[in-house]
């Protein structure tokens, strides 16, 4: 996300609950949208069509979506000073842009995507054993994957999967 979806920048709400209302003012015609879904995917189109709004409609505003988008790209297979000096600025700048435009450190953004993709392919393949989900996942080991679980998820990567998997599906 970043300012012109969320009218502030990310590191600004980082870590808060904000009220919708707080954040765009206005946000009846969404709420109304949102509740006369008829499905997840129907609330997520609404969703998404409402940030296109918000991004078509700004203008001026002073962040760097590309870039950090373009770092996090890069931060899949290499360190935050490896991509900071790929794209030519220092490893604090990179820090500092990428919290501002997505509200997390490039450290947090890489333990999430590493986490989201283990449980992507965890769920798509239910043949595939732990250790090679985590290899493939970018884990050292089973045991960093499992641990990074109980931390993100506050559950082992089993339990999440079988909660996610007797819940509700988003389309």
């Known amino acids: 996300m970043n300012e012109a979806v969320l009218g502030t920048p990310a590191s600004a709400i ?3 609950t904000i009220a919708l209302e707080d954040l765009w003012g206005d946000s009846a015609r969404l709420f109304d949208r949102l509740a006369g879904a008829r499905s997840m995917a129907e609330a997520a189109a609404a969703l ?3 940030i296109s709004e918000r991004l078509g409609t700004a203008q001026g505003r002073n962040t760097h979506p590309r870039f ?3 770092a996090a790209r890069r931060l899949q297979s ?3 000073d490896v991509v900071a000096a790929d794209l030519g600025v220092s490893a604090r700048h ?3 842009v990428f919290r501002e435009a997505l509200g997390t450190s ?3 953004f890489v333990r999430l995507t590493r986490f989201h993709r283990a449980l992507r392919d965890a769920r798509q393949d239910g043949r595939t054993g732990w250790a090679g989900i985590a290899a493939a996942a970018g884990y050292y080991d089973q045991a960093h ?3 990074e679980f109980r931390a993100i998820a506050g559950v082992t ?3 999440l999967v079988d909660e996610l998997r007797a819940g509700p599906g988003i389309d």
């Open 14 to 16: 980082a870590g808060h």
């Open 48 to 50: 998404e069509g409402a």
């Open 94 to 96: 990179l820090r500092r």
């Open 106 to 108: 490039p450290k947090a």
């Open 145 to 147: 994957l499992i641990a």
């Open 157 to 159: 990567p089993r339990a």
């Open 68 to 70: 950090a988008l373009e």
């Open 78 to 80: 290499a360190s935050v």
